[in-house]
């Protein structure tokens, strides 16, 4: 037995239509409330998980990726004695001979932004970096990208181990800070 509806034109709308039913404003409100407290719950999260910046160091100081300097190195606080000729150690971590500035990027001069950017350089027993990468950002892309540049250009001298040459890993700051007149 079966049972047939009567022909119906497709044009016509149904006899018993369903009544739509809407959201109050009040609800939609509470959801958009909501939403906000979540997005300035997890941007406030983002920024504290993010350490503050190191120190300010001079643009090339090597720090070296060991947990503790050399025995033989001898760090001294004044560039002068930096510079001077001291017997070579047998073993010492790479430091950079040729650092030229990075440019600073011209849109975030426009923004003000300044920073510290923490690249590290896997150098070679060559002197001549190899896999440059940020070890810590600073705020901008721009200034992280115009250090990862700077880096790449950079001359090494290479680490030494047993009095011989070999490759290593060092972490290098760039500072980028505005001129203040």
Do not use: N
Not at 8 to 22: I, Y
Not at 52 to 81: F, H, K, L, M, Q
Not at 92 to 100: N, S, T, V
Request: hydrophobic share 40%.
């Amino acid at each position: 037995m079966s049972v047939q509806h009567p022909a119906r034109d497709p044009r016509t709308p149904p006899d018993e239509a369903l009544p739509r039913k809407s959201a109050s404003p009040v609800v939609w409100i509470a959801i958009l409330l909501v939403l906000l407290a979540l997005i300035v719950f997890f941007m406030s999260r983002r920024d504290a998980a993010v350490p503050p910046p190191a120190p300010a160091t001079p643009i090339g100081e090597v720090i070296p990726t060991d947990a503790a300097p050399p025995a033989t190195a001898t760090r001294s606080s004044t560039p002068a004695d930096r510079r001077a000729p001291t017997a070579a150690p047998a073993d010492r971590e790479a430091r950079p001979l040729q650092q030229p500035a990075p440019e600073y990027p011209a849109s975030a001069v426009r923004a003000g932004d300044e920073g510290t950017v923490l690249v590290r350089a896997e150098v070679g027993a060559d002197g001549k970096p190899g896999k440059v990468e940020l070890a810590q950002r600073s705020r901008s892309r721009d200034l992280d990208r115009a250090a990862l540049a700077a880096v790449r250009g950079w001359t090494f001298e290479p680490a030494l181990r047993d009095g011989k040459p070999v490759a290593s890993t060092v972490q290098v700051p760039v500072d980028f800070r505005l001129a203040t007149q």
